[in-house]
C-alpha cells in the first residue's frame, strides 16, 4: 500500500492559514470521496476533523476546512491558533486496496 | 460519553503471536463497523483491517493480510486482534476505532492504543 504524499512540514503565523497538500492517484484521492484528516498532538490519538472531502464532524472549528481537486486533497486551517500546532495525516478510500494514509505532515505555529 | 481502551501489547519475539483487545463504552457497539489502525515509532498510521457489525466482513491491509485474525464479540462489546508470525517491523502502537458511523470513509472515535514490540 504506498501512502499518499504529504509535505512534512508547513507552518503558519498565528492569525494566519496554512494549506496542506495529499497526494495520491486516482485509484484513491481521485477516484473516491471518501478523504478523511486527522489532527493528531504528540503522544495522543488522532482525531477526525473532516471527512467525505470536505465535511466536518460536530464540535471541529470552521477554520478547519477540505479540498480536492484531480487526485490532490487539501485541507486549510485559517486564523491558526497555538492549539493547531499538532501532526496532520489524510486518508482515502483506495477500492481493492482498502484504506491508504498520507505520510504526515507536522504543521508549526511561528 | 463513547469510549475505546486497547489492551493485550507486549514484548515478543520474531515469529511469536499477540492477541489484542479493544474494550467498547458509550455507544452501541454492535451496530458499529470497527478498525485497527498502527502506528510505528515516530512513522505514520497505517490501516490494518475493517470489519463490519456482524463480522461478515472483513478486509485487510497489505501489511498483515494472512498474519491476522480480527473477531468482535458483541456481547462484550469486544474488539479482537490476533497477530501473528510477528515481525521487527510490526512494531507499532495499535489502535482500535470506529468506522464509517456516523462518518462515511472515516475513522471517528478512537483509542489511546497498545504498544506492540517485537525485538529479539
Known amino acids: 500500500q504506498s501512502a499518499l504524499t504529504q509535505p512534512p512540514s508547513a507552518s503558519g503565523s498565528l492569525g494566519q492559514s496554512v494549506t496542506i497538500s495529499c497526494t495520491g492517484t486516482s485509484s484513491d484521492v481521485g477516484g473516491y470521496n471518501y478523504v478523511s484528516w486527522y489532527q493528531q498532538h504528540p503522544g495522543k490519538a488522532p482525531k477526525l476533523i473532516i471527512y467525505e472531502v470536505n465535511k466536518r464532524p460536530s464540535g471541529v472549528p470552521e477554520r478547519f476546512s477540505g479540498a480536492k481537486s484531480g487526485n490532490t486533497a487539501s485541507l486549510t486551517v485559517s486564523g491558526l491558533q497555538a492549539e493547531d500546532e499538532a501532526d496532520y495525516y489524510c486518508s482515502s478510500y483506495a477500492g481493492g486496496r482498502g484504506y491508504v494514509f498520507g505520510t504526515g505532515t507536522e504543521v508549526t505555529v511561528l | 460519553e463513547a469510549q475505546l481502551v486497547e489492551s493485550g501489547g507486549g514484548l515478543v519475539q520474531p515469529g511469536e503471536s499477540l492477541r489484542l483487545s479493544c474494550a467498547a463504552s458509550g455507544f452501541t457497539f454492535s451496530t458499529y463497523w470497527m478498525t485497527w489502525v498502527r502506528q510505528g515509532p515516530g512513522k505514520g498510521l497505517e490501516w490494518v483491517v475493517n470489519?463490519?457489525?456482524?463480522?461478515?466482513?472483513?478486509y485487510f491491509g497489505d501489511s498483515m493480510r494472512g498474519r491476522v485474525i480480527v473477531s468482535r464479540d458483541n456481547t462484550k462489546n469486544s474488539l479482537f486482534l490476533q497477530m501473528n508470525s510477528l515481525r521487527v517491523e510490526d512494531t507499532a502502537l495499535y489502535y482500535c476505532?470506529?468506522?464509517?458511523?456516523?462518518?462515511?470513509?472515516?475513522?471517528?472515535?478512537w483509542g489511546r492504543g497498545t504498544m506492540v514490540t517485537v525485538s529479539s
Open positions: 476505532a470506529t468506522f464509517w458511523s456516523p462518518y462515511k470513509g472515516a475513522f471517528h472515535i
Open positions: 470489519i463490519s457489525p456482524d463480522e461478515s466482513e472483513k
